[in-house]
């Protein structure tokens, strides 16, 4: 059995960087150097500059790139780079049509910046296909997905938007962050460039940001390459090797964190103080038949609206267990608050125009008994009861 055999759990550890060919160490070595010495002035060897390659990083692109069935990886100094770096592929005059609730980051490049160099953008519900036909113009060039999307979870049928830009010849970016490789394969879906904030299930402990990019195509791999080291928001070596390390455990990591979040979700659903839960994960989902044939899961990352943003105040301040941070895909869980933490570059009227209201929490599930957690938000709902009955009872709560 060769590791390209190896199921996909196997080939996090066991793949072509399990063992350091010069020493027959089981840990990818960091290589600090800048530079490298050549032998020949008329030929130089594989490595010259770090910036344009480095073992360390070399190793991580390697591996992303077995693991998301594409045949180049690239790491970035953070997803924002690795997603900036494949905008570059867009020339002044391009259109790209773009899902409307994407990162708030990615929406601020898009708006902000790309705009100022003349590349044209229009958001669609991109789970509505008529809707995405409708955005396209003769410059469109590239359709950017994100699903689930962040943070209202909808599902993007990757299959369909692929295959209409491959009819008018644009490509199909997927922001894979929220499933990552261990559930969802965008390449294998007909995707041109899947992209990671490796900050997130990736490395999944809080302690590095890092962005990575792969493709399918030696075309493509060669003009990202180029861009990779023209713009130069490479990934240092100490972080590329935080992240080889995270990805051994993603399997398990994901496994537990992904089966917790269901649980927490259906509690969630059955709680009288929550007004919506949106995971892909439950049956009533809009897109669950969808997210099931596209991916092997729903993910750990889930979102919640609570009555009132007042309610969503007391709710935050009454739990105990998840940090209430920026950020997704740790072992500890997050709790964030999207109208003032992902979204906050979005205005209120942008925000409220793709649903993202100010009674919106995001929960990325880590690797906690799900039952202390569930205990956790059951006790800080409980108060908000309380206070509400108080209030009804016009007494002060
Ligand atoms: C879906 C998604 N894409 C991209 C990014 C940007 O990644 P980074 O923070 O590593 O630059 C984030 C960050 O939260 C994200 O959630």
């Known amino acids: 059995m060769t590791e390209h055999q190896y199921s996909f759990e196997t080939r996090l550890l066991h793949n072509q960087h399990k063992i350091d060919p010069v020493t027959g160490a089981v840990s990818v070595p960091i290589q600090h150097a800048s530079t ?14 770090a910036r344009s ?14 693991l998301e069935n594409g045949i180049k990886g690239f790491a970035f100094s953070s997803g924002m780079a690795a997603i900036s770096t494949a905008f570059l592929l867009l020339s002044a ?27 044209e953008h229009t958001f669609v519900d991109m789970t509505d296909i008529t809707q995405v036909k409708q955005a396209i113009q003769p410059n469109t060039r590239a359709f950017y997905v994100e699903t689930p999307s962040n943070p209202l979870l909808k599902v993007t049928d990757i299959r369909a938007i692929s295959s209409l830009a491959k009819e008018i010849g644009a490509l199909t970016f997927v922001d894979n962050t929220f499933l990552t490789p261990a559930l969802q394969r965008p390449l294998e879906l007909g995707a041109d460039i899947v992209l990671h904030s490796a900050t997130k299930f990736l490395s999944g402990h809080s302690d590095v940001i890092a962005g990575l990019a792969v493709v399918k195509d030696e075309e493509l791999a060669k003009r990202l390459g180029f861009l990779q080291n023209s713009f130069g928001a490479v990934l240092g070596v100490q972080d590329a090797w935080l992240v080889l390390r995270g990805l051994k455990t993603l399997s398990v990591r994901l496994e537990h964190s992904q089966k917790a979040a269901l649980q927490i979700a259906e509690f969630l659903q059955s709680h009288p103080q929550i007004e919506k839960v949106y995971y892909p994960g439950l049956s009533d989902h809009p897109h669950y038949e969808l997210q099931h044939a596209q991916a092997q899961g729903a993910g750990a990352v889930l979102s919640f609206e609570l009555k009132s943003e007042a309610a969503l105040r007391s709710f935050v301040s009454g739990v105990n267990i998840p940090v209430f941070a920026v950020s997704l895909g740790a072992v500890e869980s ?12 979005m205005s209120l009227a942008e925000r409220e125009k793709r649903g993202i209201k100010n009674s919106l929490l995001r929960l990325s599930v880590g690797l906690e008994n799900p039952d202390d957690m569930i205990n956790d938000f059951s006790s800080s709902l409980e108060q ?5 009955l108080a209030l009804q009872q016009g007494e002060c709560p």
Do not use: C, W
Request: net charge negative.
């Open 384 to 388: 908000l009861s309380e206070a509400n």
């Open 36 to 49: 490298f010495h050549q032998y020949n002035v008329g030929q130089f060897g594989k490595y010259d500059y």
């Open 334 to 345: 997050i709790l964030s608050y999207p109208a003032k933490m992902s979204h906050a570059a």
């Open 93 to 119: 005059g391009d259109h790209v049509v773009i899902t409307e609730d994407v990162y708030g980051g990615t929406f601020r490049m898009v708006t902000e910046v790309l705009s100022r160099f003349g590349v």
């Open 53 to 66: 390659l480095n073992p360390t990083r070399e190793a991580l692109e390697d591996v992303i790139a077995e």
